[in-house]
């Protein structure tokens, strides 16, 4: 079994340096809802450096909030919003050799296309203009507009708790976060086996993110699964 070991970096939160090297995918911030071109650079470099694949990272432009607030725009917003961040960060990668790999919208944006086909559809279309595909959900309206069109990775995440229906349970709610390293490897072993998962995530931001990586991977050797992009 092969599982792709993906963080949120370019987003000022201090980890870069220490996590790409532990990494096999990184999703860089396109610099609406945190960071900006220099960290975008600094972390495209480090990537290239440690032979890490990347995705681009767009989100709402909301500083404030770290692009966790929703919003409401309209499709072509949308489309617009999308394409002009990954567009950025295809000419930062260029310029150190990189080639953008993937797509995958950040915070409320994610969540939004994951069960909002008036969301999920743009994204998608933003999507197949760039020929790129896009990392979500499994089982999402994501999903649904994606895998007959640009292509979709079906991504878990180790350090946060689902809901019965296969969602994300809200950041404002309780239990909403994998604190403890132990029932982070547990639920990333049920996320591969139950739901066939092909990128785990951890969030960059996230104050226990090396120990959680660290831990997934010593687990993934231990258990014969191969960490590959």
Known sequence: MNIDLNSDL??????????????????????????DAAS??????LAAK?????GAHPGYADRAN??????TLSEEALVELCLYQVGALLGLAK????????????????????????????????????????MGLPG??????????????????ADRRYRPDGS???????NAFVQDVEEAVTQADWLMREKGIQSLCVHGDNPQALEFVRALRTAFARRGITIKA
């Open 10 to 35: 370019g987003e000022g939160c201090g980890l870069d340096a220490e996590l790409m090297p532990l990494l096999t995918s990184a999703n860089i911030s396109c610099g609406f809802h945190a960071g």
């Open 40 to 45: 975008a650079h600094v972390a495209l470099k």
């Open 50 to 54: 440690h032979g890490v694949k990347v």
């Open 66 to 71: 770290f692009g966790r607030h929703e919003q």
């Open 95 to 134: 310029a150190v050799g990189l080639t953008i790999r993937y797509i995958k919208p950040h915070g409320a944006l994610y969540n939004q296309a994951c069960r909002d086909e008036a969301v999920a559809r743009p994204v998608a279309r933003a999507a197949e203009i760039l020929q790129l595909p896009v």
């Open 140 to 157: 999402s309206r994501l999903a649904a507009f994606c895998q007959p069109g640009p292509g979709f990775i079906a991504e878990g995440f």
């Open 168 to 174: 994300l349970v809200p950041r404002g709610e309780p």
